[in-house]
Nanobody
Framework: QVQLVATGGGLVQAGGSLRLSCAGSGRMFSSYAMGWFRQAPGKEREFVASTTFSGSRTYYADSVKGRFTISKDNAKNTGYLQMNSLKSEDTAVYYC??????????????WGQGTQVTVSS
């Protein structure tokens, strides 16, 4: 069993940056690939980025490629999503998840509770 806690959301102006963290409990966290998803009001939860268990390979949605960076520090049992050049359309609740690198959210085994990111234009 892995429990995930996502933090780091907040209010930021367009063009600004935020770093989200996803703290995983248990030593098994390092064994899992992880991803970030987001859900805007009235929309379905969508894939943002993912990385392999070692962090050596990363995958991004086209909408965030070049602006967001996913990483994973297994020594700290924590994953990160660095978000730069934020746009108003990035406003959403961001969720971290563990167990896959897929864009299909049904492939993930564990989910964090979500953290709100609001980008003002």
């Amino acid at each position: 069993q892995v429990q995930l806690v996502a933090t780091g959301g907040g209010l930021v102006q367009a063009g600004g940056s935020l770093r989200l963290s996803c703290a995983g409990s248990g030593r098994m966290f390092s064994s899992y690939a992880m991803g970030w998803f987001r859900q805007a009001p009235g929309k379905e939860r969508e894939f943002v980025a993912s990385t392999t268990f070692s962090g050596s390979r990363t995958y991004y949605a086209d909408s965030v490629k070049g602006r967001f960076t996913i990483s994973k520090d297994n020594a700290k049992n924590t994953g990160y999503l660095q978000m730069n050049s934020l746009k108003s359309e990035d406003t959403a609740v961001y969720y971290c998840a563990a167990g896959s690198t897929s864009e299909d959210r049904s492939r993930y085994l564990y989910w964090g509770q979500g953290t709100q990111v609001t980008v003002s234009s």
